[in-house]
């Protein structure tokens, strides 16, 4: 089927206020991933879903960043008080095991972030 | 701390040329070394991958190199083409963590002029 999709593709919002970004990932895949990727950076990892449940939340960089994925299949990464220093590629990944295995993990095209 | 280090930033090749990236790694427990390619506006894709249990890995024009004991890894571009002007990462992962999310390099810009 399709691939990882994200929406909205592209999100301007002003310091302080809240945001939430969508991840669909590939029907069937079990584990899913949320990375941040800033200019000119590799992508770092925020946090992994096993099926509905948040198994490493490691990466989120503080208390104002929160996901979820109530039916183990979308997942929304919601940002609270927005700062400029969160402007960045948000991209998202979906494999079909995860944890413990060498799947390939498929990523979407991400939502880019911008904080004035 | 860095844990996979890439090199070098930009790298510019002519057309038919061979192209060479360059990762190093700290932590022992990585046991899965994947290779991603990144056009502007799209999300990273998985080029090539190696288990460390092997040194070399071919698929096409794409070669991995694999150094275990210097705890080095390499990606060889043969025949290089425009269309491979791309942004490559190297990383790492360990299969047997809680997450196996994957620890990217900084990122190689690599240009191929025609």
């Known amino acids: 089927g399709a691939g990882v999709s994200q929406t909205p593709s592209n999100k301007v919002t002003e310091k302080g206020k809240y945001v939430e970004l969508r991840c669909d990932p590939i029907s069937g895949h079990t584990a899913l991933y949320w990375y941040r990727q800033s200019l000119g950076q590799g992508p770092e990892f925020l946090i992994y879903?096993?099926?509905?449940?948040?198994?490493?939340d490691s990466g989120l960089p503080n208390d104002r960043f929160f996901a979820v994925r109530p039916e183990g299949s979308v997942s929304t990464l919601k940002i609270q008080r927005t700062e400029r220093g969160d402007s960045a590629v948000y991209l998202c990944?979906?494999?079909?095991?995860?944890?413990?295995?060498?799947?390939?993990?498929?990523f979407g095209p991400g939502t880019r972030l911008t904080v004035l | 701390q860095q844990q996979v280090k890439q090199s070098p930033q930009s790298l510019i090749v002519q057309k038919g040329g061979i192209s060479i990236i360059n990762c190093a790694y700290e932590?022992?427990?990585?046991?899965?070394f994947p290779w991603y390619q990144q056009f502007p506006g799209k999300g990273p894709a998985l080029l090539i991958a190696i288990r460390p249990d092997v040194s070399e890995k071919k698929e096409g024009r794409f070669t991995i190199s694999f150094n275990k004991s210097a705890k080095q890894f390499s990606l060889h571009i043969m025949d290089s083409q425009p269309g491979d002007s791309a942004t490559y990462f190297c990383a790492a992962s360990d299969p047997g963590s809680s997450a196996s999310k994957i620890i990217f390099g900084s990122g190689t810009r690599l240009s191929i002029r025609p």
């Open positions: 879903f096993q099926g509905t449940g948040a198994a490493d």
């Open positions: 990944a979906s494999s079909l095991r995860g944890s413990g295995s060498t799947d390939t993990q498929y």
């Open positions: 932590n022992t427990a990585f046991d899965y």
